[in-house]
């Protein structure tokens, strides 16, 4: 039930770090991998990769945040490989920047590449997926999205943008989800931590080299591999609308927001009883409290 021999599999950023490591972890279980990146070499190099190996890829070198590059990256797979199984949406690029900072241009490149780029092949591949199904043609089909802790939970500095995005794409997931379930689709979300050219340019750390697909280091980006692998295979199939982080071996199931606490009263709130209220029965501080978030 791992064996992903027959599928094919479109993953976006696929050139480097997690993508990377997905593209020939898909491979080597039998996919045939669109590996799509702007950096042209680094997707020739994975399909070369992965073609030395026995398996099959072709490149895809579209900028995500053109809209038509997800009609483009599913038109590739059907007509090249026979069809659509597997999406993993995880090109991604962070810009670090204090809110008072951000440029308009900083704001609409995050935007589009993000979410926009996420938003733009979840939608094409969904389509072709629904005429599928409506024209008899029934399989298990899956999406895996590529979030970030910095967007559930959240709340990190600098981050602003990015985590917003990526809270979006957690946001999109659970409502993807119920939509595509009458055509037979499943759409997840992870949280993924690897030490890539992306953590360390975020981080301010020296670009980490390549991994060996068996080291057991945590931030090796192969451990968010398996656990794509996983969601890509049937086994997985009962699967939807769920948020993972993956670090290393451990693999946590997040929840969508939730209510925390309540407080109501018979009559319209003044200032002085909602602040009471709040400062005693949902914080536990005094009235005039102040609530300071953790980070
Ligand atoms: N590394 C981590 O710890 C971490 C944590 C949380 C989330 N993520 C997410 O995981 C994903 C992969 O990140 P990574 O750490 O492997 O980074 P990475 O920089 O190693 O890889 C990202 C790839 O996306 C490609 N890319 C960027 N913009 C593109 C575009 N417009 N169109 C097509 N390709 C584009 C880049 O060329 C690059 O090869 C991203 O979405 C990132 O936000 C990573």
């Given at each position: 039930m791992d064996s992903l021999d027959g599928k094919v599999a479109v993953i976006t950023g696929a050139g480097n770090g997690i993508g990377r490591a997905e593209a020939v972890l898909l491979a080597e279980r039998g996919a045939a991998v669109v590996v799509n990146d702007v950096g042209r070499d680094l997707a020739d190099e994975v399909v070369a990769e992965i073609v030395a190996a026995g398996g099959r890829a072709e490149a895809n070198y579209a900028d995500v945040s053109d809209w038509k590059s997800g009609h483009e990256m599913v038109r590739q797979a059907v007509e090249n490989f026979g069809g659509l199984d597997v999406v993993v949406t995880n090109a991604g690029l962070v810009r670090r920047a204090p809110i008072t900072e951000v440029t308009e241009t900083e704001l609409d490149t995050q935007m589009s590449v993000l979410f926009k780029g996420t938003y733009g092949l979840i939608h094409h591949a969904a389509a072709y997926w629904k005429r599928e199904s409506e024209a008899g043609r029934h399989a298990h089909r899956t999406i895996v999205a590529t979030s970030s802790s910095a967007g559930v939970p959240g709340g990190v500095r600098e981050f602003s943008v990015y985590g917003a995005m990526k809270a979006g794409i957690a946001a999109l997931v659970l409502g993807a989800a119920l939509e595509f379930r009458p055509f037979g689709v499943t759409v997840n979300a992870i949280l993924p931590h690897a030490a890539t050219r992306m953590d360390a340019l975020a981080k301010g750390l020296a670009e980490p080299g390549p991994y060996a697909p068996?080291?057991?280091?945590?931030?090796?980006p192969r451990h968010v591999a398996n656990v794509v692998g996983y969601l890509a295979s049937a086994r997985a199939a009962w699967l939807s609308g769920q948020v993972f982080e993956i670090t290393g071996t451990q693999v946590r199931q997040w929840v969508p927001w939730s209510v925390a606490a309540e407080v109501d009263d018979d009559v319209a709130w003044t200032g002085e009883a909602l602040d009471t209220a709040l400062a005693t029965?949902?914080?536990?501080?005094?009235?005039?409290g102040r609530v300071i978030p953790k980070r």
């Open positions: 068996d080291d057991p280091d945590p931030l090796n029965r949902v914080y536990g501080t005094l009235p005039g």
